[in-house]
């Protein structure tokens, strides 16, 4: 279950880097949406607190910023 690494959670952590580790330990594929409301496939290759790589189907890598991003979904 995805969920259950966000117990881990606490004031020096981001929610996102927690559940953005979640989502690359199972290499479950993700739609992110943006704020703009831009919808992105793929999985994610790498992140840190600022941005994230994802990679789709294809082996194209896009940079996300974070703070573009609106919601994640597995």
Same mark, same amino acid.
């Given at each position: 279950?995805i969920? @259950?690494?966000?117990? @881990? &959670?606490?004031?020096? /952590?981001?929610?996102?880097? !927690?559940?953005?580790?979640?989502? &690359?330990?199972?290499? /479950?594929?993700?739609?992110? &949406?943006?704020?703009?409301?831009?919808?992105?496939?793929?999985?994610? @290759?790498?992140?840190?607190?600022?941005?994230?790589?994802?990679?789709? /189907?294809?082996?194209?890598?896009?940079? !996300? &910023?974070?703070?573009?991003v609106?919601?994640?979904?597995?």
């Open positions: 279950v969920t @259950e690494g966000l117990t @881990e &959670y606490n004031n020096k /952590k981001a929610i996102h880097n !927690i559940f953005l580790k979640i989502i &690359y330990n199972t290499k /479950k594929s993700a739609k992110i &949406y943006l704020k703009n409301g831009i919808c992105l496939q793929g999985f994610v @290759e790498m992140f840190d607190q600022d941005v994230v790589i994802l990679i789709d /189907k294809d082996k194209i890598k896009q940079l !996300i &910023y974070i703070s573009s609106a919601t994640i979904l597995v």
